[in-house]
Nanobody, 128 residues
Framework: QVQLVQSGGGLVQAGDSLRLSCAASGRTFSSSRAMGWFRQAPGKEREFVAATRGTSWSGGSTYYTDSVKGRFTISRDNAKNTVYLQMNSLKPEDTAVYYC?????????????????WGQGTQVTVSS
């Protein structure tokens, strides 16, 4: 079993920055799992934000949805079993509940079904 505990988030103004953290623990967690961030706005489906590869994947290391490219950065500290999402130049349309997720395997993916474990979610609200 894997537990993902998120921290960060909150209420900010447009143009501000936030950093989300996701700490993983559990017997079956390892750095070989891809990690991703998704978000869900009220009345909308959960959507992909960013993903980073596990150590066993030899392909590309990070992927982003187009709307956050150049503003968000996903990173991971394997020694701490923690993944981060640095969010800069936030916009009101970034308002959502953000979820981190641990993949079944190492390949980073933008599909929710590729992820086995999910964090509890954290609210990010950006005011205009």
């Amino acid at each position: 079993q894997v537990q993902l505990v998120q921290s960060g988030g909150g209420l900010v103004q447009a143009g501000d920055s936030l950093r989300l953290s996701c700490a993983a623990s559990g017997r079956t967690f390892s750095s070989s799992r891809a990690m991703g961030w998704f978000r869900q706005a009220p009345g909308k489906e959960r959507e992909f934000v960013a993903a980073t590869r596990g150590t066993s994947w030899s392909g590309g290391s990070t992927y982003y949805t187009d709307s956050v490219k150049g503003r968000f950065t996903i990173s991971r500290d394997n020694a701490k079993n923690t993944v981060y999402l640095q969010m800069n130049s936030l916009k009101p349309e970034d308002t959502a509940v953000y979820y981190c997720a641990a993949g079944f395997g190492s390949r980073p993916s933008d599909r929710t079904y590729e992820y086995e474990y999910w964090g509890q979610g954290t609210q990010v609200t950006v005011s205009s």
